[in-house]
Nanobody, 133 residues
């Protein structure tokens, strides 16, 4: 059974870079045809897909966050990393990593998920991040 665990700092100052790690157990991040996404939920708002990295290492980002987001992987350690630069209080949210098996769709010069969040088959528990000075 695949399990995901997010980790990272709970508090980040404005203008800094947020770095989060998703550690995957019970399965390989290189396993064919899986996509590993970062998704966030600000207080009182809905889920927002930020981007994903594929089993192949290809990356996909949402148009609104493309300029500030970087997703990478450490294959030997089976980890996915999110970096979000130039954070503001609007980046305060619970951050999740999640898995699905559908390639994101091209959208507005970037990408968007081609399924619903309900179709993601595995989620981490989420890690809260507050951006504040």
């Amino acid at each position: 059974q695949v399990q995901l665990q997010e980790s990272g700092p709970g508090l980040v100052k404005p203008s800094q870079t947020l770095s989060l790690t998703c550690t995957v157990s019970g399965g390989s991040i290189s396993a064919n045809h899986y996509y590993w996404s970062w998704i966030r939920q600000p207080p009182g708002k809905g889920l927002e897909w930020m981007g994903a990295i594929a089993y192949s290492g290809s990356t996909y980002y949402s148009p609104s966050l493309k300029s500030r987001t970087s997703i990478s992987r450490d294959t030997p350690k089976n980890r996915i990393t999110l970096q979000l630069s130039s954070v503001t209080p609007e980046d305060t949210a619970v951050y999740y990593c999640a898995r699905d098996s559908v390639r994101p769709d091209a959208y507005q010069g970037a990408y968007t998920i081609s399924t619903s969040f309900a179709d993601f088959d595995t989620w981490g528990q989420g890690t809260p991040v507050t951006v504040s000075s």
